[in-house]
């Protein structure tokens, strides 16, 4: 009883890292909160799985394992998540926003009158102060999202229904063993008792996945333009500065919507997260909704001709310049002192 769960994806096998992120989020919390962290995987050949969740924190681990739950559909899944949450009574509820915690989570809510913030970068613990009402809330899950499209962050809270449930985008949060000899208690749900025959009725024939041609998540060094590159040709110069430094090429909304780039280098919000070790924003103002997604970046340059941009902000270190003076300038000083 009010604990807190993470619905965790299951990715050819393996627990996807948005939820792993999410059980290292969800840790702190639950200490924060003094209660046990519990994790549900549902899926197929699911022998052994709570090994892999044991040692980010996770006190309990429900596995739903059935050959008929080997490809997501919604049916089945919502009826063991709403059934065992009706069991459990949990007080925080998180999954990734992904495509299937996009469309499990509100399925879930709806179901049990629970209310979901979607695409959360940031959850903390605080309380709230209702004075209309004249109530005090203690230990509510504040869930941070900017709002308006990015001009506002927004802090939501659910202070009277449960589960209190969250969507959070992947990269958004750390992903840190708790401690490698954590264990927590195996709970085998009989599938039977949570699910109805009807669930089944949508059967997946074929299912085909396209992986991403660009790992920009994983990129230790991330060079990204953004509309103040100016056009699709300087952003050429990008492809060869990242080239000569080993490193991915990434853009803004901007840039991408100027059509400079592809959609799949986009970071921010409607974007990916990132967290590259260097990340070089060239030409790019820095609006919330890509600071979303870079921000965690362990070092960032910025360069910039204006020298109030907001990005400057957040930089370490910030390169007054047009960008088609600078990155040649870059590549040329680059190239000589690497000989």
Known sequence: ????????????????????????????????????????VIGSGLNGIESTLYPYGADKVYV????????????????????????????????????????????????????????CTSLEIGDHEDKKAGKDYKNLLYQIRPAFGGNIVATIINPDNRPQMATVREGVMKKEIYNPNHKGELVKLDVAK?????????????????????????????????????????????????????????????????GYTSHDRQIGQTGVTVRPKLYIACGISGQIQHIAGMQESSMIISINNDPSAPINKIADYVITGQVEEVIPKMIKYYKQNSK
């Open 194 to 258: 949570y699910t109805k025959e009807t669930d089944y009725v949508v059967k997946v024939i074929d299912r085909h996945m396209e992986s991403s041609k660009v790992n920009i998540k994983g990129a230790p060094i991330i060079v990204a333009g953004g509309y103040g590159v100016g056009s699709k040709e300087n952003f050429n110069m990008l492809y060869e500065f990242a080239d000569l430094i080993s490193a991915e090429v990434g853009a803004s909304r901007a840039a991408v919507d100027a």
């Open 1 to 40: 009883m009010n604990n807190i769960f993470v619905i965790c994806e299951i990715d050819e096998g393996k627990v996807a890292d948005v939820s792993l992120e999410l059980m290292t989020k969800g840790r702190s919390l639950a200490n924060q909160l003094g209660c046990q962290l519990e994790a549900l």
């Open 64 to 119: 739903a394992d059935d050959p008929r739950l080997e490809v997501y559909t919604t049916l089945p899944y919502n009826s063991i998540a709403v059934k065992l949450f009706r069991e459990q009574k949990p007080q925080i509820a998180l999954l990734g926003a992904t495509t299937f915690g996009r469309d499990l989570g509100p399925r879930v809510s709806s179901e049990l009158i629970s209310g979901l913030t979607a695409d």
